[in-house]
Nanobody, 125 residues
Framework: QVQLVESGGGLVQAGGSLILSCAAS????????VGWFRQAPGKEREFLVG????????SYADSVKGRFTISRDNAKNTVYLQMNSLRPDDTAVYYC??????????????????WGQGTQVTVSS
């Protein structure tokens, strides 16, 4: 069982940066693949990036490739999402997710069993 808590969201101007954190409970979190998703009002949840438990494998959605970077510190049970060059269409609730059943991070939300509560990111123009 893993519990995830996101933080770091807020209001930022277009072109700015934010770092989201996802703190996990559970002593075997280092064996979980992790992912970040977002959901804007009226839209479906969108995959952004996934990372294997070793960090050796990552997958990024085209919409964030080159602007967002995922990282994890297994010693701190924390996953990060560095977001640069933010745009108004990045406004959404951002979620971290985790799963222990796979080695390669999934690209869809049904491939992740554990979810945080989400953190709001608002990008103003």
């Amino acid at each position: 069982q893993v519990q995830l808590v996101e933080s770091g969201g807020g209001l930022v101007q277009a072109g700015g940066s934010l770092i989201l954190s996802c703190a996990a409970s559970g002593r075997i979190f280092r064996r979980y693949v992790v992912g970040w998703f977002r959901q804007a009002p009226g839209k479906e949840r969108e995959f952004l990036v996934g990372m294997s438990w070793t960090g050796s494998s990552t997958s990024y959605a085209d919409s964030v490739k080159g602007r967002f970077t995922i990282s994890r510190d297994n010693a701190k049970n924390t996953v990060y999402l560095q977001m640069n060059s933010l745009r108004p269409d990045d406004t959404a609730v951002y979620y971290c997710a985790a799963d222990f059943r796979v080695v390669v991070p999934g690209l869809t939300d049904h491939e992740y069993a554990y979810w945080g509560q989400g953190t709001q990111v608002t990008v103003s123009s």
